[in-house]
Structure formats: C-alpha cells, structure tokens
Nanobody, 121 residues
C-alpha cells in the first residue's frame, strides 16, 4: 500500500505565500509523475501543476508566474510554492502521486486527503 500525506495549508491574506508539501510512503518501486490539484466549493477538481519524473513542469494558466512545483526524489516528496495568493486560489488542494508497477510498467495515481488553503483578508 501507498500513503500520501499533504501538509502546509492554512489561512493567508491576499498577496501572501504558502508552501504545500506532499510525501509518499509505503510500497513504492518508483514514482513517475506527481501533481497538485485543487477543488473549490461547487467546482470540479482541476490540475494546478504537474511535474514529470525528469523534472518537466506544467501549470494551469491562472497560476503561471505565481506557483512553483518541485520534487525531491530522495524523499518521495513534491512541493508547491504559492506566492501572490488571490482569493480565487481558495480551495482544497490535493496531491496525486504516480507509482510505477514493476510488473506491468504502468503507473497508478494515489491521492492524498487534501489540505485546505483559504485566502482571505
């Protein structure tokens, strides 16, 4: 089994910063892609940022230039540095970790429980 745990959410004023962390543990052969998603009340879950096993990154347009995704392969951890936060960034943020199955060479995505980010004055 694989466990995924997010941390770092909280309440911040507009213009502020937060850093989210997501650590995967358990029966892990190799981690492939990792990503951060968010879901605001009444909205669908959306991809915020992703990072491949080789470090290539992608971002949704609304966070480009403000958010940075990074990963530490030695720690099976992915981070999301969020700067210049806006009220529209308020959501529950979820981490998804792709774990490679050595028998099938396919990845299965494991979700964390989510961490609340609230941007408000």
């Amino acid at each position: 089994q694989v466990q995924v745990v997010e941390s770092g959410g909280g309440l911040v004023q507009p213009g502020g910063s937060l850093r989210l962390s997501c650590a995967a543990s358990g029966s892990i052969f190799r981690i492939s892609a990792m990503g951060w998603y968010r879901q605001a009340p009444g909205k669908q879950r959306e991809l915020v940022a992703g990072i491949s096993s080789t470090g290539n990154t992608n971002y949704t347009d609304s966070v480009k230039g403000r958010f940075t995704i990074s990963r530490d392969n030695a720690k099976n951890t992915v981070y999301l540095q969020m700067n210049s936060l806006k009220t529209d960034d308020t959501a529950v943020y979820y981490c998804n970790v792709g774990v490679l199955n050595p028998k099938t060479w396919r990845s299965f995505g494991y979700w964390g429980q989510g961490t609340q980010v609230t941007v408000s004055s």
